[in-house]
Every structure is written in C-alpha cells, then in structure tokens.
C-alpha cells in the first residue's frame, strides 16, 4: 500500500470508485507484459512459418 487511496468512505460511489481505480493501476501494470509478449510471439512467428496453409472456418 505505497499510494494513497484518495477513494476512502463508504458507500456504493465510493467502492465503484475504489474497484475502477484498481482495476486501471491492474491493467497499466500488466501493459508491459502484454506488448512483450506480443512481440515475442510475433518474432517466433516470422522464425517459423506454418508448413501448410492456413484455413479455418472464416477462410473456407
């Protein structure tokens, strides 16, 4: 608990507030892992393409 919660109190607004504003600082930490491991899988990708073509159900 290194930050201050400028959302404390009671009641339904205040624990809405409460739940965005962790649920923001959650997802700007995760962030960095997301992209990295976008493009990891974007390199591996281009290392090794598929041995066959691709089709699924959109490409039919």
Same mark, same amino acid.
Do not use: C, M, Y
């Given at each position: ?6 959302? !404390? $109190? !009671? ?5 809405? @507030?409460?739940? =965005? ?9 995760? @962030? ?21 073509? =691709?089709? $699924?159900?959109? !490409?039919?």
């Amino acid at each position: 608990n290194s930050f201050p919660n400028p959302f !404390d $109190g !009671d009641g339904a607004a205040q624990g809405l @507030l409460r739940a =965005l504003s962790s649920a923001i600082i959650t997802f700007i930490a995760q @962030l960095p892992l997301g992209v990295l491991a976008g493009i990891l899988l974007w390199i591996w990708r281009k290392d090794h393409p598929p041995k066959r073509p =691709l089709e $699924g159900i959109i !490409d039919v």
